[in-house]
Each structure stands twice: as structure tokens, then as C-alpha cells.
Nanobody
Framework: VQLQASGGGLVQAGGSLRLSCAAS????????VGWYRQAPGKQREVVAR???????YYADAVEGRFTISRDIVKNTLYLQMNSLKPEDTAIYHC?????????WGQGTQVTVSS
């Protein structure tokens, strides 16, 4: 199982990025999926996730700015990030929970300049 995250980069505050996470060796299906981030010196935190019952959840810090979605046909998970802030700077990881096992991607760096 491999999860490959991409789409990170350097963007100015107020800008947008769309992260993608492609799965190989498995399928996202309607299993629980999510995006997490880890900033330097901080613990990993949840950004957004979709539960197995398809209920979305967003961290307070990103509510209204970020949107999580998935394309079942393309077997890809997305995170649309708008109105980015410097405090959104972190490495973003995608996550899939399948058969009670957690799978993680290697992460993609997002840097937001002020």
C-alpha cells in the first residue's frame, strides 16, 4: 500500500493550493480518510477527514477555508486549501484507515509566506 501526496509548494498568504493523494495497492473506497499536518516543533494534528459514514470533519483552524474530497474513480483524495495563512505552513500527510489499519503517505510541504 502506498499513498503518494503531492501539490504542496510555496504560496503567499491569501493564496490557494490543492493537495492530492493517490493510492496504489489499495483503494480509498468509502473508508475513513483524512489529511493531517505537522509543523516544525509541533505534534501532528488532524486537518480534515471523512469518516466511514462519509461525515466530514474540519479542524477549527481550517473550517471554511479547506475542503476535503475524494474521487472514487481516480482513487485520489484531495484537499483544497484557500485563504492560506502563514500558520498553515507544515508538512501535510494523507491517511487511510482500512481494515482497522492506518496507512500514511510520505507528506508534502506547504509553505505560506506573509
Amino acid at each position: 500500500v502506498q499513498l503518494q501526496a503531492s501539490g504542496g509548494g510555496l504560496v503567499q498568504a491569501g493564496g490557494s493550493l490543492r493537495l492530492s493523494c493517490a493510492a496504489s495497492g489499495t483503494t480509498f473506497g468509502y473508508n475513513a480518510v483524512g489529511w493531517y499536518r505537522q509543523a516544525p516543533g509541533k505534534q501532528r494534528e488532524v486537518v480534515a477527514r471523512i469518516a466511514s459514514d462519509r461525515t466530514p470533519y474540519y479542524a477549527d483552524a481550517v473550517e471554511g477555508r479547506f475542503t476535503i474530497s475524494r474521487d472514487i474513480v481516480k482513487n485520489t483524495l484531495y484537499l483544497q486549501m484557500n485563504s492560506l495563512k502563514p500558520e498553515d505552513t507544515a508538512i501535510y500527510h494523507c491517511n487511510l484507515v482500512k481494515n482497522r489499519k492506518e496507512n500514511w503517505g510520505q507528506g508534502t510541504q506547504v509553505t505560506v509566506s506573509s
